[in-house]
């Protein structure tokens, strides 16, 4: 069984771009979730999709930031425009019912 | 201010020495994981503890919730080269709903 996959692996932009981060979770997974870890931080919670519906979102930094989850199957996390601060590692997880989440192996965002 | 302090940061040490991580917090918590996250990967869960006092044993990995759920600890006895990564505490809120992290210990095991 496939896991959490993300793509891409790593991304470089220049600010003031956009960039679309991209998140398959595991088949069959209603919960999925967005995290990031910027510099010298921990990893931190960006925002809960059950099926295509945002359960939460509390942690999204500011309006730049838009998470789409189309039909409930993969995400999208556009950050538009991006800011230098926006660089980080940013990880999907998915779960069946949110007890155990499976993580991805991260997109690192580099934002020049 | 930090939710989840783990002390060690870092950790560096031989082949077969065993060691103790610990994370903290002000705070009571219904459950607590450990995470381990290897280079290039995400982290993958090791246990929850859901019991105040509650020892979990994973091979040569032992996980104590402190009585009082506010901290807990793991203990790697002999360890290996393989056990190196950065572990993480982390603390399910709202229902599962998200994880909070602790700060991370990174740990080097040197053959």
């Known amino acids: 069984e496939a896991g959490v996959t993300q793509f891409p692996s790593h991304s470089v932009i220049e600010k003031g771009q956009t960039v679309t981060l991209r998140c398959d979770p595991i088949s069959g997974h209603d919960n999925l979730y967005w995290y990031r870890r910027v510099m010298g931080k921990e990893i931190k919670f960006l925002l809960h999709f059950v099926k295509e519906s945002k359960q939460d979102e509390s942690g999204m930094p500011n309006n730049r930031f838009l998470a789409e989850r189309t039909g409930g199957t993969y995400s999208t996390l556009k950050v538009q425009p991006a800011e230098l601060e926006d660089s980080g590692v940013y990880f999907c997880?998915?779960?069946?019912?949110?007890?155990?989440?499976?993580f991805g192996a991260g997109t690192r965002l580099s934002v020049l | 201010t930090q939710l989840l302090e783990q002390s060690p940061q870092f950790l560096s040490i031989q082949e077969g020495e065993n060691l103790t991580v610990y994370c903290n917090s002000s705070s009571v918590f219904s459950s607590l994981q450990w995470y381990r996250q290897e280079p290039g990967e995400g982290p993958v869960l090791l246990v929850t503890v859901v019991t105040g006092g509650e020892v979990k044993k994973l091979k040569r990995l032992t996980f104590q919730f402190g009585d009082a759920r506010k901290d807990s600890s793991l203990h790697i006895t002999a360890a290996q080269p393989g056990d190196t990564g950065l572990y993480l505490c982390a603390a399910p809120r709202g229902g599962y709903q998200k994880v909070t992290f602790g700060t991370g210990t990174k740990l080097q095991v040197i053959p």
């Open positions: 997880a998915s779960s069946p019912r949110g007890n155990i989440q499976y």
